[in-house]
């Protein structure tokens, strides 16, 4: 049979959304989004290298509120790939694979991730580091 | 029925002796960058983020110049292993290759450009 004419399993639109699956796939695009970030952390260092008026510059566009935006969410990205990389790392250890354990752990992570992003945001608007 | 052995039969595919590679890599450098994430994350909320000086003066310590570059280095290379990974999943076809070999260039640039970043300020004295 030609590979493009097997019969295919029901696929991903067919399944209704579960925690455990939108935690999954929210991993993949969260790694994806500080892959994306990475060079906003470059361009920060490099403005940082490069004198007062880079420095000046940068700061502009990191004040600016789109990018603003994209800095909130990749803080997030970070916060929600951290807390469920570590539930990954546990569940390497062989433990935490019940159906009612994944779903704890998930919900745990998307609380902490939420909490840390907002505390974090919440200090530094704060005045926190000054 | 084939008279080669099952281990014949089973050597040169795939990722022998290599697969386990990438996925110990991925671990090792997921805790440190958890370690490593989490130090830059309080580090940042210490400092004064307008102030130039005071930041060049944080980087320039020896301790933190290092764990900053070893923070990029980390993180490219989670990073490049991760995207490496999305790509052999999503893309097929003539565009696969040129992709992968694009993530490894882009992963290396931003690193190195990092890294001489930090090592600027920390030595060059900026």
Known sequence: ??????????????????????????????????ALSFPLLVYWLVALASGDAAYATALGWFGAWPVKLVLFAASFAFFYHLANGIRHLAWDTGR?????QAYASGIAV???????????????????GS | MS????????????????????????????????????????????????NRAALLAWIGRPLNAALLAVLILTAARHSLL????????????????PLLMAL???????????VVAVLQIAIGGR
């Open chain 2, 82 to 97: 991760g995207t490496r990974v999305v790509v052999e999943d999503y893309v097929h076809g003539i565009a696969k290759v």
């Open chain 1, 96 to 100: 935490g694979f019940e159906l009612s």
């Open chain 2, 104 to 114: 490894q260039f882009l992963h290396v640039i931003f690193a190195a450009v990092g």
């Open chain 1, 110 to 128: 998307v609380i902490a991730a939420v909490l840390l992003t907002l505390l974090s945001w919440a200090f530094w608007l704060t005045g926190g």
């Open chain 1, 1 to 34: 049979m030609a590979a493009g004419k097997r019969p295919l399993s029901p696929h991903l639109q067919i399944y209704r959304p579960q925690w455990t699956t939108v935690l999954s796939i929210a991993h993949r695009f969260t790694g994806l989004a500080l």
């Open chain 2, 3 to 50: 008279l080669r052995s099952p281990l014949g039969r089973a050597l040169g595919h795939g990722a022998s002796a290599t697969g386990a590679e990438h996925w110990w890599q991925q671990r090792v450098t997921a805790v440190a960058l958890a370690l490593l994430g989490l130090w830059l994350v309080v580090a940042l909320l210490g400092l004064e983020l307008g």
